[in-house]
Every structure is written in structure tokens, then in C-alpha cells.
């Protein structure tokens, strides 16, 4: 992995991933699809297995006093068979914005509208288990309303709150009141498939790499988490309600979701990149050291950090992509301002370039007609990319000072994040 986005790389970890997932499982006697081994509810069962197999033997058979228990392996069974039935619920269209949000019931949403084999996720057991998890694991300060941006208030490394890739704890706790999961309405879906189309437009390395790591997008309704990854639950990435909207600062809802997915995105395909091959910091470094870091009050440690590195390189990237979408003060006949890229103003998918809204189409029929940004909104996102640098060069440097913690692999990425801070000044 490198800062550069790389779709073909990142399916090829997915794929090893589901393989691993599939042999945990085969092992407590459970088989699944490749499939189902990507679903980040088959993933946590994934983890639950793996505790069960490292616990003592005779912890896994009924006992004499409790002839009429489960063992562990029937409990996961159940469990598996119960995720089948609700998979089989959400894919009828019985839940409200699932797998394809055209054929949800209920729903108005142009097929099309989300350009990701992607779950507009429901509220369901495994993901209310990781919200309670990430809420258990912010300090105290952040336990307050955080109205700041990506990073802020979430476990920001991208593993699970607690246990750090080992084992969930299958305590089934609440969360408490602050973040909940909430289901997707109709406008919230079609915010997402605008926030694609900018990403297809102005950068679609990154649109194709997403494609390859996201698997569920989760609500959050509360102001306690802004967004997280949990890799108890590898391919959900969870965004706070309020990212869809503009923001008090004038950027507009789909360049700040666009934003929130590049970020936990970019902490999806570290965690599957940082198991599927090399490490990115040596034995016992990514935890021993605390060190402070630009997107949390309270000391990270290593691998928190390196993969804010990663994060704020990235979202430099995007937004000097979004820069270059250039605004255009005219309106076309449809009433939308129209822009493209400066040059040829065409995507290489042959979309009309540019936008923030994928609004409808031209009069041809065949392209999508987006909005572009209007002055103060080109203004608000080159605010938030100085911003980003700035967040970028104090985590650059302050890594660098590390550097004998990263392995050679995890040297190459902090390059590629210096060289992305070096080109901007």
C-alpha cells in the first residue's frame, strides 16, 4: 500500500482477507461463501470464533451440571444462520436502504444513485456493538459534542476500540446515549450517490479503490463520533448524519462526505493492508509508544498516528483534485452551474465533468448534468485544504521523529506522505 490509491491491490487484500475469514470459521465448523466472508457481520463472527478456539478445550463442550447447553460452536451456528435470514430480509427489500436502494421498499431512488456494490447499512446487531465499543473508548472531553471534522472524536487508527484486532468482546453492552446507528432516508441515499459522483469525477483512483473496500456505510445520529472503522467489523465504515449536509464553514454536503469516505475509507485499506502483507511498524512499536497527533487531544500511539499520516495525505490530495474543479459563474439552460475540469472537461468515464450534485441529465440524454460549487464554496474548500496541510506537515514531522519504529514498508508510505507536503510548500 501507498498513498496513492490502488484498486487492484486493495481487492487483492480483500480477497485474502475473506479467505482468512472463511478458514477462522472453517475451523469452528462453519462455512460460508467468499461472499459472505466480506460481510462485516460474518467478520465479527470471524473474531467470536477465534476467542472461542484459543479458550480451553473443555470450555467448548456441555457440561454435566449444564447438560442442555449450547456449546460455543452451536452458538455460532445459530449466529450464522441468523445473519443468513437477515441478509435474505435486507436483500427482499424489507429493510429500508440496503445492497441496492432502487429495489429497497419504500424507496424513490433512481437506480444508479450509488455507484458502489455498496450497503446503505440498517441498524443491526454487529454494528450497534461496535458503536458501543467506539464510544467506550473515547476520553472523557470527547465524550462532549465535537462539531469538528473527520477525525475528531473517533478511535482515529481504524482498529476495534478495544481488544486491537484481537478478539470482540461478545458483551452485547448498549451504547450509551450520544451515537446511535439510524436508518438511510431517501434524500440521505441520494446525497451519497452526489458525493460518488464527485468522487468519479474529480478523482476516480480513489471512487475505485472505495468500491473495493467499502462493504457497509452506517449512519450515526449524535454528536458523540464524527466517524470510524472497526476492524471487528472490516468493511463498515460509520459517518455521522450531519456530514451529508453543508457545513457552518460553507462547504457543501457532498465534498464533506466525499471527505469522510476517502478518510475511513483510507483507514479500511490500511487495517486490511497492514495484515495481508508486511507491517507497517515493527514488533511492538505500534502500541508502546504514545505520541501526540493532529486530529486528537489525547496521545495516540504509533499506529494511530501513521495512519493519520496516511488519512491527512489523502485528503490533501482530494481537495487539490476538488481545487481544480473549476467554477463556472454563467448558469446553463437547465438553471445548474455547470464545471468541469480545466482542460478538456471531461471525465475518463466521459460523465460531464465536475459537480457537486448529480442533478439529472443533459438534454442528449446520456450525461450526468452536476452543480458545481459557487464562489464561496471554491473559497471554503481551498480554506479546508490549507487547513489539511497544515494537519498533514505537524504528522509528517512528527512520525519522521519515529522513523526507527516503521518497518521498510511503512518508511515508503511516510516518503510518499513527506513528498505530498514537499510539492505544497
Do not use: K
Not at 467470536?48 to 449444564?66: G, K, N, V, Y
Not at 447499512?121 to 462532549?144: F, I, K, N, W, Y
Not at 473527520?150 to 476500540?161: K, L, V
Amino acid at each position: 500500500m501507498r498513498v496513492a490509491p490502488d484498486a487492484a491491490q486493495s481487492a487483492a487484500e480483500r480477497t485474502v482477507l475473506a479467505r482468512t475469514t472463511r478458514s477462522a470459521l472453517a475451523r469452528a465448523g462453519l462455512t460460508v461463501t467468499p461472499a459472505e466472508a466480506a460481510h462485516p457481520a460474518v467478520v465479527e463472527l470471524a473474531h467470536i470464533a477465534q476467542r472461542l478456539l484459543r479458550a480451553d478445550p473443555a470450555d467448548q463442550r456441555p457440561t454435566e451440571q449444564s447438560p442442555m447447553e449450547q456449546s460455543p460452536a452451536e452458538r455460532l451456528g445459530l449466529r450464522l444462520a441468523q445473519l443468513r435470514a437477515e441478509n435474505a430480509e435486507d436483500a427482499a427489500g424489507d429493510s429500508e436502504y440496503v445492497a441496492d436502494p432502487a429495489r429497497a421498499a419504500g424507496a424513490d431512488v433512481p437506480p444508479g444513485a450509488v455507484d458502489w456494490p455498496v450497503d446503505l447499512a440498517v441498524p443491526r446487531p454487529h454494528l450497534e456493538r461496535s458503536v458501543a465499543r467506539a464510544l467506550r473508548a473515547l476520553p472523557p472531553p470527547r465524550r462532549q459534542p465535537d462539531h469538528g471534522r473527520p477525525g475528531h472524536g473517533q478511535p482515529d487508527d481504524g482498529r476495534p476500540a478495544v481488544g486491537d484486532r484481537g478478539p470482540v468482546p461478545d458483551d452485547g453492552l448498549p451504547a450509551t446515549p450520544g451515537s446511535v446507528v439510524v436508518r438511510w432516508r431517501e434524500r440521505e441515499a441520494g446525497a451519497l450517490g452526489e458525493a460518488a459522483a464527485l468522487l468519479a469525477v474529480a478523482w476516480p483512483e480513489a471512487h475505485r479503490e472505495l468500491g473495493t473496500v467499502l462493504a457497509q456505510i452506517a449512519l450515526l445520529e449524535g454528536p458523540a463520533i464524527d466517524g470510524f472503522t472497526d476492524f471487528a467489523v472490516h468493511g463498515a465504515v460509520f459517518v455521522r448524519r450531519d456530514r451529508l449536509a453543508p457545513g457552518p464553514d460553507g462547504l457543501p454536503g457532498p465534498v464533506r462526505l466525499a471527505e469522510a469516505l476517502v478518510h475511513e475509507g483510507t483507514h479500511t485499506r490500511c487495517n486490511a493492508a497492514s495484515v495481508t502483507a508486511e507491517p507497517f511498524l515493527r514488533p511492538a512499536q505500534g502500541d508502546a509508544r504514545l505520541v501526540s497527533t493532529p486530529l486528537r487531544i489525547d496521545p495516540r500511539p504509533l499506529s494511530g498516528l501513521f495512519q493519520q499520516v496516511v488519512v491527512l495525505a489523502r485528503s490533501v490530495l482530494l481537495y487539490e483534485r476538488l481545487l481544480d474543479l473549476r467554477p463556472v459563474t454563467g448558469r446553463g439552460a437547465t438553471g445548474r452551474a455547470v464545471i468541469g475540469r480545466s482542460g478538456s472537461g471531461r471525465s475518463a468515464g466521459g460523465r460531464s465533468a465536475g459537480g457537486w450534485s448529480a442533478g439529472g441529465r443533459s438534454a442528449a440524454g446520456s450525461e450526468t448534468v452536476l452543480d458545481g460549487p459557487t464562489v464561496d464554496e471554491a473559497a471554503a474548500i481551498r480554506a479546508r485544504h490549507g487547513e489539511l496541510v497544515r494537519s498533514a506537515v505537524e504528522g509528517v514531522s512528527t512520525l519522521t521523529r519515529h522513523r526507527d519504529a516503521l518497518t521498510e514498508r511503512g518508511a515508503a508510505v511516510l516518503a510518499d506522505a513527506a513528498a505530498v507536503i514537499r510539492a505544497r510548500g
